[in-house]
């Protein structure tokens, strides 16, 4: 038995494949393709993300075609629209590229759950009710989940378009709107911090990592990829029993300021902060910084990617990105924290990529198979074209270990045991082991 | 020119919806645009082409100048655009893209940057069959 189980141990295989290919038939085929060409085995499952731009290149139902002519039917499937990825060959913000692993100690099984902004609850209880069924009978005792939900939408409103900051009065009837508009359209924030609570506490023996999907970071709309299926505004989840080992390890290169606020009001599912130790918000809030009014303009975001407002849940930073202005109120992509203090954070270009190299300096190499990384898009945002110098860190780390980065719009952490965290800024290293 | 590699490239980035206008040039020249020439570039360019061209020949005589000093990447806003220029090393030449200026400019730079790597591997692949026809 022990020699079995040593020979079943080497016929593990990861593969990194990817398209550029402009026509989502064509690129479907080819990511496939290219990942496949690097396994021997069946894969257990494979993992698919790609950037919006097949949605006016064919659609992202021709693009699952594509990768179905290849694919083994039966395959677990899960993946979604990203706004850029990473892998062995690069760092690119249009393409797609796809995971999958072939090992025979492993059961998988997907799952998916509906209309996450409507009732995030009942989604992630559907989800996780689908693996935990499915892998019950596995023998295996080490359990992993990767997750992947449907990030927030911008609301379209007529007139005003899809802007950020809204100061005139109309906000406050949009702000209140929202609240409802959100169960009803499914637009609005995500809730993705009630489906990583109810995905943590039903597989609870498991430890997750998860992400967003978004399209180029307009957060118009996205897409998530299940079995055969595009969905929308859903949460899907791969999850493994496996005798494989990992560790997990997030980093955010994010250093206090000292600038503390203590939000006193909160409203649209916590995500928008009205008032600040009883002041408006956003007049609080520009005053403790020391800014302006007029620096409230349709850059204030990508300005504010370098100030996240962070509070600590359980060990874990939890930095928010600010999302949006509307009248008094600063709406951030998820949970805030009431009645508790919050602290602004800074980061630099510098503190950003540094912190891919803290990350990955944690792991041992030895027996190391393959790498997959969740980073948050606001990062990619901020680095812009820097982005290389963190791929460079990565690549020289992994060499020829298959690793796939995905850029996420917030990020999911849970460590079994531990306090399941929704973050924002953030990037979470996941490395498997053979041992 | 549907042949030349380096026009490929550029109808590539062009196909990205940010992406106003891009070109391979350098002060006072043009020397490569995407396969359908300024044809292919986004309409709402056509309005301001005029200055930014203008404009972008002054910033190539500081391209020339500091290229050889190391000078990797230059950009200048003016009215609602911006101009975003990635210098091929040691040389005059830049690649230059025009770009809303509200775009997400992060998504955009990661592009050109793999656009600029493409261009410089087509670069030295022309290099490479000029000397061998020697």
Redesign the interface.
């Known amino acids: 038995m022990v020699v079995n189980k040593a020979m079943d141990k080497l016929k593990l295989e990861a593969a990194v494949g990817m398209s550029r290919k402009?026509d989502a038939r064509e690129a479907g085929r080819e990511v496939a393709e290219s990942t496949l060409s690097k396994l021997n085995g069946n894969p257990n499952f494979f993992l698919l993300f790609s950037t919006i731009?097949y949605e006016k290149h064919g659609g992202f139902e021709e693009f699952l075609k594509g990768v179905w002519e290849i694919l083994p039917e039966s395959t677990p499937l899960i993946g979604g629209s990203v706004?850029?990825f990473m892998n062995n060959h690069?760092?690119?913000?249009?393409g797609s590229s796809a995971l999958a692993i072939s090992y025979p100690n492993m059961d998988v099984s997907i799952g998916v759950g509906h209309n996450t902004k409507r009732n995030p609850e009942k989604a992630a209880m559907e989800c996780a009710d689908m693996i935990k069924n499915d892998l019950e009978k596995s023998n295996y005792s080490n359990k992993f989940l990767i997750d992947i939900t449907s990030s927030g939408i911008v609301p379209n409103m007529p007139g005003i378009g899809r802007k950020k900051v809204i100061r005139s009065k109309f906000g406050d009837v949009l702000l209140k709107t929202l609240n409802t508009t959100c169960k009803r359209l499914q637009i609005g924030p995500g809730r993705e911090d009630e489906i990583i609570d109810i995905l943590s506490k039903e597989l609870s023996d498991y430890d997750i990592i998860g992400g967003s999907t978004l399209d180029?970071?307009?957060w118009e709309r996205n897409f998530q990829f299940y079995k055969k299926e595009v969905l929308t505004n859903s949460v899907i989840a791969l999850g493994f029993k496996t005798d494989l080992n990992w560790k997990l390890n997030s980093t955010f290169g994010l250093n206090p300021t000292g600038i503390k606020m203590r939000p006193s009001k909160t409203t649209l599912f916590d995500c928008a902060i009205k008032k600040i130790e009883n002041k408006p918000a956003v007049d609080a809030y520009l005053e403790k910084m020391g800014w302006s009014e007029d620096l409230l303009d349709?850059?204030m975001h990508?300005r504010t990617l370098f100030y996240p407002i962070c509070y600590k849940k359980g060990e874990m930073l939890c930095p928010r990105v600010l999302a949006l202005v509307i009248k008094d109120a600063l709406v951030f992509t998820n949970k805030a924290l009431k009645d508790k203090d919050m602290e602004v954070y800074s980061a630099s270009g510098s503190s950003l990529i540094n912190s891919v190299k803290q990350n990955l300096d944690k792991y041992e190499k030895d027996n190391l198979k393959f790498g997959f990384i969740v980073s948050c898009c606001a990062r990619?945002?901020?680095?812009?074209?820097a982005?290389?110098k963190v791929h460079e860190i990565i690549n020289n780390y992994y060499k020829n270990i298959p690793f796939l980065l995905f850029f996420a719009s917030g990020e999911d952490v849970y460590k079994s045991g531990k306090t399941p965290v929704r973050l924002n800024e953030s990037f979470n290293v996941v490395n498997f082991y053979l041992k | 020119m549907h042949d030349d590699p380096i026009a490929i490239v550029l109808d590539?980035l062009l196909?990205?919806?940010d992406i106003l206008a891009c070109m391979v040039a350098r002060q006072n020249m043009i020397s490569v645009m995407p396969s359908d020439g300024n044809d292919s570039f986004k309409p709402e360019i056509n309005q301001i082409w005029d200055i930014i061209h203008r404009a972008m020949d002054d910033v190539f005589s500081v391209v020339r100048e500091y290229s050889q000093a190391g000078l990797g990447?230059m950009e200048f806003r003016l009215q609602d655009y911006e101009a975003l220029f990635y210098i091929f090393p040691d040389t005059e030449n830049a690649l230059v893209a025009i770009v809303p200026a509200?775009a997400?400019?992060?998504?955009?730079?990661?592009?050109?940057?793999?656009a600029r790597r493409e261009v410089l591997g087509a670069m030295n692949e022309q290099e490479k069959a000029q000397l061998s026809t020697l």
């Open positions: 402009w731009h706004v850029g690069g760092c690119y913000t249009r180029d970071n307009k349709e850059n990508r990619l945002e901020a680095l812009g074209d982005t290389f | 590539d196909k990205l919806d990447e509200l997400n400019k992060g998504l955009i730079e990661v592009e050109m940057e793999n």
